[in-house]
Structure formats: C-alpha cells, structure tokens
C-alpha cells in the first residue's frame, strides 16, 4: 500500500472520518480525465456513460444491493438526505425518530419537516443502556421513519443496523441509513438489514473525491418519493430530449436531474475497484484492528480518557479521547506541529486511520503523543 498511499510519508494521517486522502490509482483516473478533455474533449462520452453504469453496479456489490438500478449518484449525503425528507407524503401528527447530536446533515432536513406537522424524536442512545431499544421505544403507530448514522461523527459509537432495520420492517417504519462513517471503512449490507434508503458521500472512508455520493433506495421506498427535482437526465434513456412520454426512470436514475459529475466518476470508480479488491471483510478487519491497538495504548497514558465506547459491537474507525491534563485544542495543536493529522471533535480528539496504515503508523503516533502531553 505504499505506493498507493504517498500520504503514509507524511506523518500519522488519522483523519478518515473528516476527508481521507486519494489512493494513487484514483489521482491517475483523475489525471487520466483531465487529459481527455483536454486532448480530445468529451469524444469518448460513450466510455464515460459505460464507467457510470460500472460504478453503479461496484457501489451495489459494495452495500450488498440486489441491482444497480438501487443507486443514484448525488452530490451529497445532505441532498440525498433532503430528497427523503421532502419526498415523503407527511401527515401532520406523523413523527421520525433520530438519535440526539446527529450530524447536521442528518438532522436540519427532518426538523425542516416541522413546517409539515412531523415531531421529531431524538433519542439520546449514548446514555441509554441498550441503544437501539432506546430507538425503538421511542416509535408508535404514527412514526414513519428512523434515520440514523451508522456510525456517529464524533465518537464512532456504532449502531446495529441489523436489529434497528428488523425493528423497523416490523413496526412498517421505514429505515434511512447515513452511511458516511461507515462505508468504506466497515461492511455494510442494506439487503441483509432491511435499509430503505442509505446515503454516503464518497470523501471519507471512501476514499474518493468530495461532490458525489451513492444514494441507495429500496424499490418498495423508492416508489414513495415525491420527486422533487426534475431534468433531463432522470430518463431510462436520457438522450432523448424531444420525447412525448415524461414518465420518470423507474430506477434510482429519476433522482438525478441534470448533468452528471463525470469526473467525480472518473475518481470514484477508481476508489471503490481498489477498495473491492482489497475487500471489504479484510479492509474491516484493519481497521478494527488499529482501533483496539489504540484503545489499548491510550488506556496506558495518564490522565486520558477515551470519550468513544469501546464495547466491541460499538467500536468503528474513530476512537476520541480527552485528557485531564490539557485542552483538546492544545493537544491538537502540538500534533499538527509534529506532523500528526486528527481533528477536534465536541471537546476531544478524534483519530480515524484507515486500513492502509499499519501498527507502526500508530506506534509513532503515540509517541508524539507522548510528547504532546509533556
Ligand atoms: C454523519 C455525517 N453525515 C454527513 C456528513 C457530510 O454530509 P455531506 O456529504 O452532505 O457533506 C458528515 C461529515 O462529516 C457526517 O459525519
């Protein structure tokens, strides 16, 4: 993986959850498309639309989804999130359930539904002895939908998606699933866990580039979005621009208005073959394996505390810490200097690497942590 990761030359990258860098393979796709159009402009577009199509189908074995008419290509997860949330019939007095101190992405677009009469539930699974009961306790016969983040931003606190996704197909509750934390770095199935809908931007744990995102959706689901954009491009055959039937897509294309980020493809189609080729189960045991290598070597510094629980099915890519002895920022702050590269997160540190770095990233990570806390 050194070739494919220059980035492992630069100091201990620890920060998947917020951007993670581009593998080699993908800046050379990049670059690759930039002389296309450069040389030769769009005269290959047929190969574009074939790598469109390729990218569907790799996102699809990615999540585990049946077929690649599932996925649309967005730009975000927050607008994957938006067509949910207003595509949805809402009656006044329905209600969604969330978990408390979601992203803001996976929250402003259901508050916005208040305006529609929908109270939202947030459930604060963190205080709560069994998470996904708190969640599940909190539906009744008027609730329509739990989203929630697989994986929470600040402090990797892992959901079971499994058990939330059997809840809700029982109750008739359809079931939104962020993915951004988690795909890419854990396995995600959405067949297996009954997801409805599922978002995911590709620049995290993806490891592509920012403005294009995989948007999954059930067909049961998809057939109860109102479409709330409308454009050329959400045809079954979209070239067609003087046709006499408007009838939209019945695949998941009918939620891609206009024209797409073909160079976002470009890159991205490169992300997911390397990530597939490494495999997902292998990839997931990596990066399970740096998180238990650092809960153990952060329960050994004094006065640290790790903020993330660290039960085995709450574990993810991110583990946070706090220290008694210095302000997060501070801690921060000397990292960066020693070429360490986290964030800061609701008061505490937060570490994500992903599988490519191996145990010696990590060791010489907490030794400039070490030094750090002098
Ligand atoms: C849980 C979660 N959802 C969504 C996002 C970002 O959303 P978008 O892809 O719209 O930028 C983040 C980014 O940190 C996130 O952590």
Redesign the pocket.
Known sequence: MRDEFPILAAGPYLNH??IGPWPRCTAEAMQAFAEENLLRGPAAYPTWIRRENDLRKDLARLIGAHSADSIALL???????STVAWGLDWRAGDNLVLPRF?????RLPWLAQAMQGVEVREVDIRTAPDAEAALVAAMDGRTRLLSV?A???SDGFRLDLQRLGDACHKRHVLFFV?A??QLGALPVDVDACRIDFL???A??WLLGP?GI?VFYTAGQARSQLALRQQGWHMFDDPWNFQREDWTPANSARRFEAGSPNSAGQAALHASIGLLLEQGPAAIATRVLENTDYLVSRLRAVRDLSIVSRCEPQRRSGIVSFQSDSMPAREIYRKLGAAGCTCAVRDNAVRLSPHFYQEESVLEAFVGHLADALR
């Open positions: 959850a917020a730009k975000n997860t927050s607008e994957c999130i979601e992203f803001p992405s996976n983040s994986v929470q931003w962020d951004i934390q978002a995911a931007d620049h995290k920012e995102a």
